[in-house]
């Protein structure tokens, strides 16, 4: 067992040097100097999104002129989504209501969505936002400043988090650890391989004319992972994508409650993986890093094996999730509850697995994907 201690403190080593390199080196948006960018046309798919709507709209008026037209695409609500984006374009003309159209064979809801939404805008840049996202002043013009600067055709910024509720502090902040202890955020920028594309779908500003070029979201119209997806095709294609830290233009609080988490994790997890072997690999990774250092103290310490070294690899652990909450804002005592975090993240795992494998699937606002015949991922 000393010898699992010694490799898995290795490992923990290496990771925590590439989060501090991620969380140091990885570069936010830059503020807004001036300069008045094209028009924007600001694009959000909802479906019964009316207690979180308002707040996303109020940001969007804010930003003045750049946001050209405001279209949201109502995917068949029931709780007064529609009459409530009604009300604010009777306040603002920019703010139109698209009705929902029934969804074809083969799209899941939120691509098929956006595509409409695309149809329909007339602006040579699209910024695509979830219901529940708010942002910050100038967001819409510093982001396409920022396209601009960089010569991307695709941006998307990684949001900050608001978490209000005891499970959402413990929780969502596993959503960046499990990606900043693997991506190399620093070396996606100046390496534009379709394995280093990243999304967010929070927020995603595309060029109209190379969205179009590209097949647009019918090209990723079956993922439930479709903004990282969206971002690898926009690179295999040969143009240019990013993903910056948005923390500072633009928030979104996901989910509220504990069970609305494990739903939206559930939905996303397993079927972010091409290969059932690399989903395996990241959980066997996950496991023997992220957990197994807090399981094997105790036990180390009851049988005299190599309780420092499993406390060391602990602590690095531990260390990366401190980084990680200065750069996020995530408070100080979310990373002492990593090790409850990690393993209820590799339930989830587990039983979004199980689901799609069994061909049961995944539910998301009423619909359910992913039910195909077992074995469908090799």
Same mark, same amino acid.
């Given at each position: 067992m000393t010898a699992l201690a010694i490799v898995v403190l290795?490992?923990?080593?290496?990771?925590?040097?590439?989060?501090?390199?991620?969380?140091?080196?990885? %570069?936010?948006?830059?503020?807004?100097?001036?300069?008045? /960018?094209? /028009?924007?046309?600001v694009l959000i798919p909802a479906r019964n999104e009316a207690e979180r709507l308002g /707040?996303?709209?109020?940001?969007?008026?804010?930003?003045?002129?750049?946001?050209?037209?405001?279209?949201?695409?109502?995917?068949?609500?029931?709780?007064?989504? @529609?009459?409530?984006?009604?009300h604010f374009g009777e306040r603002d003309p920019r703010v139109r209501v698209l009705p929902g159209i029934a969804l074809p064979e083969g799209w899941c809801g939120k691509p098929f969505a956006c595509a409409q939404l695309a149809e329909q805008a007339v602006s040579d840049w699209l910024l695509f936002l979830d219901a529940d996202t708010v942002l910050g002043g100038d967001a819409v013009a510093r982001m396409a400043n920022e396209a601009a600067a960089r010569a991307a055709t695709f941006l998307s910024c990684w949001p900050?988090?608001?978490?209000?509720?005891?499970?959402?502090?413990?929780?969502? %902040?596993?959503?960046?650890?499990?990606?900043?202890t693997l991506f190399p955020a620093p070396l996606s920028l100046s390496q534009n391989d379709p394995?280093?594309?990243? @999304?967010?779908? @929070?927020?995603?500003?595309?060029h109209r004319e190379v969205y179009a070029a590209v097949g647009g979201h019918a090209a990723v119209r079956h993922e439930l992972f479709e903004d990282t997806c969206l971002a690898r095709l926009w690179r295999a294609r040969g143009q240019r994508s990013l993903c910056l830290d948005g923390q500072d233009v633009v928030r979104v609080r996901m989910y509220a409650e504990l069970g609305e988490i494990w739903r939206g994790f559930l939905k996303n997890?397993?079927?972010a993986f091409r290969r059932t072997r690399s989903f395996g690999l990241f959980m066997l990774f996950h496991f023997a890093c992220f957990l197994l250092p807090f399981l094997m103290i105790p036990v180390a310490l009851l049988t005299g094996g190599a309780w420092p070294v499993w406390a060391a690899a602990a602590a690095m652990v531990l260390a990366m999730r401190a980084v990680m909450g200065v750069r996020f804002g995530h408070p100080w005592w979310s990373s002492l509850c990593h090790p409850v975090a990690e393993a209820m993240l590799l339930g989830l795992g587990v039983s979004s697995w199980r689901r799609c494998r069994s061909g049961r699937g995944v539910e998301w606002k009423g619909r359910r994907y992913h039910t195909g015949a077992p074995g469908e991922k090799r």
């Open positions: 290795a490992l923990c080593t290496l990771v925590l040097i590439t989060v501090v390199l991620n969380m140091t080196l990885w %570069p936010g948006v830059r503020p807004f100097e001036g300069g008045e /960018p094209g /028009p924007v046309s /707040p996303c709209l109020e940001s969007v008026l804010r930003q003045g002129a750049v946001a050209a037209e405001v279209l949201v695409y109502d995917d068949h609500s029931t709780d007064g989504t @529609a009459e409530l984006v009604r900050g988090l608001e978490c209000q509720t005891f499970w959402e502090r413990v929780l969502m %902040p596993m959503l960046g650890f499990s990606v900043f394995s280093m594309g990243l @999304a967010h779908g @929070a927020c995603i500003l595309a997890f397993y079927p």
